[in-house]
């Protein structure tokens, strides 16, 4: 993805604890401490802009959302939206998923999202993709038992690659849709950023639901 760069980006995302975690130490893995709750916890990878947690956080109060973001001048952008609507179920993380065990206890983290990430269609970056089985061993810790993750793309390569990583892997395909806005799951669906442009142009969106092993 194009990226624009925000020489404030940084020093925003420090001015700014009560949402943005930069440093593992922040939060001690402690997530219940820091929400003061113990609602279950839904963590999206590659958060981007924030728009789908940020929607997600006010449609579902009941669930603490968190997204992890290596780009500060993308993450930046949506902090201030999340600072404009206050939800107190939102945060997010400054930081490479690579990192995401220094963030989570085990057996933590209910459902893990994985939206419209890059696809690295060359075998020499297949490591980058986030549904490579590296990254799919660190869900597996994280997930609790009965765990799931979610997976929404417009790229059919990704996709057809993340179902065979995942199904080797251990996870059970439990839902596919090749067109999720013309599938049951459409009802309730949130849109990320990423999937409105897609779906204005009228593209599919694949769709996954994957137990986790
Ligand atoms: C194409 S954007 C999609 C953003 C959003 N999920 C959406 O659907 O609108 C993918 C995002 O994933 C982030 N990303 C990719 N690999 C990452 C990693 N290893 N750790 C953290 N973020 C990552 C990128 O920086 C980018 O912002």
């Not at 728009?51 to 956080?57: E, G, I, Q, R």
């Not at 793309?153 to 993340?162: P, R």
């Not at 892997?169 to 442009?197: C, D, I, P």
């Amino acid at each position: 993805m194009r990226l624009r760069h925000k020489p404030w980006a940084h020093e925003f995302l420090q001015e700014h604890p009560e949402l943005v975690v930069t440093k593992a130490e922040q939060v001690n893995k402690n997530w219940q401490k820091r929400f003061g709750n113990d609602q279950p916890i839904h963590l999206e990878v590659g958060t981007g802009k924030g728009k789908y947690l940020s929607d997600n956080s006010i449609k579902h109060p009941d669930i603490n959302f968190i997204g992890m973001e290596m780009y500060e001048s993308v993450l930046a952008t949506g902090v201030q939206r999340a600072l404009f609507k206050q939800p107190e179920n939102l945060a997010f993380i400054h930081g490479d998923v690579r990192h995401v065990m220094e963030y989570f206890e085990p057996s933590s983290v209910e459902t893990l999202y994985i939206n419209f990430t890059d696809p690295w269609p060359k075998k020499r970056h297949e490591k980058r993709r986030l549904t490579h089985p590296d990254f799919l061993e660190l869900y597996k810790q994280i997930l609790v038992p009965g765990g799931t993750v979610q997976m929404k793309t417009d790229n059919q390569g990704l996709f057809e690659y993340s179902l065979a990583s995942l199904s080797t892997f251990g996870f059970a395909l439990r839902k596919v849709r090749l067109h999720l806005h013309e599938s049951e799951e459409a009802e309730g669906n949130v849109m990320t950023e990423y999937e409105e442009k897609f779906y204005a142009k009228g593209e599919p969106i694949y769709f996954t639901e994957a137990v986790r092993p």
